[in-house]
């Protein structure tokens, strides 16, 4: 995986590019979708909660790596999106979103054999060819992210800008 | 949706949820393409003339003998040690210093030495993975501001802040 920011920056520069067509995808739910960006990386709780305590209370042996594939996020958009007061649909729409992209972005970083990690488990196995594209402590991801997320602010504003000039004319 | 119906599917999920990880960690070893950590540790002679594909941490480079050590670590957090015979390079410098994290891809040719077809380095050294470590952080402070900021909790869950 990329380092969490780089995600995260690609997910809301994404999410705001769509926003510019779909004028339900307000800031408020691009918000919802960066928040989905986190949770393939939330297998990295095993930082903070050892996986040997998890399977300890269990009584099974439990993986965290498991929400770092599309069944995992789309558990975690589920739950995610039980905890808002409505628009729950919409809500699991964009974590949904916002999870996918992560793993999308993580699915053409680099591999010895080539091949990306099994991220479409539960529904298969399958590891597809990897373009190889990047390892996650390459500072240069962080400064693609950043200037990609720059430039969408400044276009998304200027955007902004012009329409509520229209709209006081 | 009724608070309760929410309530219930909260927890059909949470346990959907717990059993993914239980059936990720259940059948890891027969889903991964190559031999595991752990199953190379049990019995690494087995699996001799295979290709298997190794993430572990760097403990030794050896520039005159061209031998990488790496360590990895099993389900059970044990370690194994393997050694590859080649060391990737950089301006003609390893690329990778002691306490990095590579990936090795090769042929295991005895039970803890491989020929390598392909090395990737993942963190060049420790302090990589720090980086990684502090600039997530920072991400996840911010994510979380932002959402924040446009959303607050209530009794019902979250609702938006601003209209």
């Known amino acids: 995986m990329a380092e969490l920011l780089s995600h995260l920056l690609i997910v809301w520069g994404i999410l705001t590019i769509v926003s510019w067509r779909l004028e ?3 800031r408020r739910w691009v918000a919802v979708g960066v928040i989905g960006g986190i949770f393939p990386d939330l297998n990295r709780l095993s930082i903070i909660v050892p996986e040997d305590a998890i399977s300890a209370f269990l009584g099974v042996p439990f993986q965290l790596d ?30 949904f979103s916002g999870g996918l992209i992560h793993l999308l972005t993580d699915a053409v970083k680099a591999y010895a054999d080539g091949y990306a990690a099994m991220w479409l488990y539960p529904f298969t196995n399958y590891r ?16 693609l992210s950043t200037v990609f997320a720059a430039i969408v602010f400044f276009v998304d ?7 509520s000039t229209r709209t006081s004319e | 949706m009724r608070l309760v119906i929410r309530g219930v599917l909260f927890v059909v999920l949470l346990v959907a949820l717990l059993g993914l990880g239980v059936h ?10 190559y031999p595991t950590e752990t199953e190379l540790e049990e019995s690494p002679e087995a699996h001799v003339g295979e290709d298997i594909l190794i993430f572990g941490v760097v403990t030794d480079i050896d520039t005159e003998a061209e031998e990488l050590t790496l360590e990895a670590e099993t389900d059970d957090g044990a370690t194994v040690e393997f050694v590859a015979d080649e060391i ?26 491989l020929t390598t077809t392909e090395t990737v380095v993942v963190n060049p050294d420790a302090l990589a993975e720090w980086y990684k470590l502090g600039v997530s952080g ?26």
């Open chain 1, 66 to 95: 498991a929400f770092h594939t599309l069944g995992g996020v789309l558990l975690l958009s589920g739950l995610g999106a039980l905890l808002f007061a409505r628009n729950h649909r919409r809500a699991f729409a964009l974590l």
């Open chain 2, 138 to 163: 920072i991400g996840v402070l911010l994510a979380m501001a932002y959402f924040l900021y446009h959303w607050r909790p209530t009794t019902a869950g979250w609702e938006a802040k601003h209209g």
């Open chain 1, 24 to 26: 339900w995808l307000t």
């Open chain 1, 157 to 163: 504003r200027r955007g902004r800008t012009r329409q």
């Open chain 2, 24 to 33: 990720y960690a259940a059948t890891y070893d027969d889903r991964w393409t």
């Open chain 1, 128 to 143: 597809h060819p990897s373009p190889n594209l990047y390892v996650s402590a390459d500072p240069e991801v962080l400064v």
């Open chain 2, 88 to 113: 990737p390079t950089e301006d003609e410098t390893p690329a990778v210093e002691e306490g990095g994290f590579v990936q090795v891809y090769g042929t295991l040719e005895s039970a803890d030495e």
